[in-house]
Nanobody, 124 residues
Framework: QVQLVESGGGLVQAGGSLRLSCAAS????????MGWFRQAPGKERQFVAA????????SYAGSVKGRFTISRDNAKNTMYLEMDALKPEDTAVYYC?????????????????WGQGTQVTVSS
């Protein structure tokens, strides 16, 4: 079992920045590839970014590429999402997820554990 806790969400103006954190506990963090997803009201959960177990390979959704940066610190059992140049359409609940695999996935159903989510609201 892996427990995931997100933090760092909040209200920010368009063009601003936020840094989300995902703290993991329960199992060996470095055994899991990790991902960030988001869900806006009335919409399906959407892939944002993912990172391999070692941190040496990442993947981004086209809508956030160049603005968001995913990273992880396996010594601290924590993953991060640095979000810059935020837009109102980035408003959503952001979830972190863990997958017991060395491979990245952009599909929510392929993740084994989820956090409770953190709200990000970008005002125009």
């Amino acid at each position: 079992q892996v427990q995931l806790v997100e933090s760092g969400g909040g209200l920010v103006q368009a063009g601003g920045s936020l840094r989300l954190s995902c703290a993991a506990s329960g199992r060996t963090f470095s055994n899991y590839s990790m991902g960030w997803f988001r869900q806006a009201p009335g919409k399906e959960r959407q892939f944002v970014a993912a990172i391999r177990r070692s941190g040496n390979n990442t993947s981004y959704a086209g809508s956030v590429k160049g603005r968001f940066t995913i990273s992880r610190d396996n010594a601290k059992n924590t993953m991060y999402l640095e979000m810059d140049a935020l837009k109102p359409e980035d408003t959503a609940v952001y979830y972190c997820a863990a997958r017991l695999s060395r491979m990245i996935s952009i599909t929510p159903q392929q993740y084994d554990y989820w956090g409770q989510g953190t709200q990000v609201t970008v005002s125009s």
